[in-house]
């Protein structure tokens, strides 16, 4: 990753416009040429250094919902129930934290009522505990970084 | 722009808060989550998969991202490789009571990316204010955990910062075929 690279995801990450050649809008307030600027995008994902580049969707606003749940597994079940709970296409993220509730996901679906349904069944399928958090209040979201 | 040509293809209007994405606008979703095309006409191609015009295309993308139903269009980092290895999930456990005003002030603070209010579970979990932070080694979270604890001073009834050891799973939104 070069200084230009930077400059483009410094500029990218805040918005990126809806017009008729966007590409071509970007490049010339970057002073690139489209092609350049095209060819670095492609690049940045394919290498993993963007995680995306589209519309954000806010699936709440869909009509669906998002919930953050944690679990307490023992270190020899870990692997097995972290396998049985990312079989269920409604877990987006799934990380291993260093607390006594080690396990923590986050369930997305379609409807509000879904969540429940997914904690109800992996409570069955795992039999251990899911303490479901769901944001009550949101006060911020923005993952915007120095570069 | 052009206005979008019709709204004859939504479903009929209802209280609910939530956007009523039609038909279209779902199709749109569902070709767009995994990202835009990296052509230099992306709507146009969108366009040319759905059978609309560009112009239809944008004015529908514009009228989510108005209605927030896009938070933004965006490029997202990933913020490893920009050298933010050191990512901690901090858990506050202040007075409901108070926690709307100390909130959004701890999620304004420029080294917080997510701010929530969220359930405790007592007596396991007495944790109800979640934030956030990054940094580019230890010490820098430490010190952002530093500063939300002088914001928060005597309200702040207990702490602790979760760090990711794995990442066991990670996708994008997806939504199911339908709908």
């Known amino acids: ?147 | 722009m052009s206005a979008c040509s019709s709204t004859s293809d939504m479903e009929s209007p209802n209280e609910s808060p939530s956007f009523q994405a039609s038909r279209i606008d779902r199709e749109l979703i569902r070709l767009t989550q995994e990202g835009l095309p990296l052509c230099p006409h992306p709507y146009h191609k969108l366009g040319e998969q759905l059978g609309l015009s560009a112009d239809e295309v944008m004015c529908r993308l514009q009228r989510m991202l108005d209605a927030g139903v896009i938070r933004r269009i965006a490029a997202v980092p990933n913020h490893y490789r920009l050298g933010y290895k050191f990512n901690g999930m901090t858990v506050w456990n202040v007075p409901d009571e108070l926690i709307s005003e100390l909130g959004p002030r701890v999620g304004e603070l420029r080294c917080v990316s997510h701010c929530y209010h969220r359930p405790r579970h007592l007596p396991h979990w007495p944790y109800n204010l979640f934030a956030m932070v990054h940094g580019r080694s230890q010490d820098e979270v430490d010190k952002h955990i530093q500063t939300i604890k002088d914001l928060l001073g005597e309200h702040n009834r207990g702490n602790e910062v979760l760090f990711s050891k794995r990442i066991l799973k990670k996708t994008g939104l997806r939504l199911a075929a339908g709908g």
Not at chain 1, 109 to 117: A, L, P, R, Y
């Open chain 1, 1 to 147: 990753m070069d200084e230009i690279d930077r400059t483009i995801i410094r500029e990218l990450q805040y918005g990126f416009p809806i017009t008729d050649s966007p590409f071509a809008e970007v490049a010339s307030r970057l002073g690139l040429s489209e092609a350049e600027l095209l060819d670095r995008i492609t690049r940045l994902r394919e290498d993993n250094t963007l995680t995306r580049f589209g519309p954000m969707y806010q699936i709440e606003r869909l009509g669906g919902a998002f919930s953050l749940a944690a679990m307490s597994v023992p270190a020899e079940a870990f692997d097995q129930i972290a396998e049985i709970v990312n079989q269920l296409p409604e877990i987006a993220h799934n990380y291993e934290r260093n607390h006594e509730l080690n396990m923590w996901f986050v369930i997305a679906t379609e409807s509000v009522e879904g969540v429940s349904e997914v904690v109800d069944k992996l409570e069955q399928l795992t039999g251990y505990k899911v303490f479901n958090m769901p944001k009550l209040e949101e006060y911020y979201v923005g993952l915007f970084f120095d570069l």
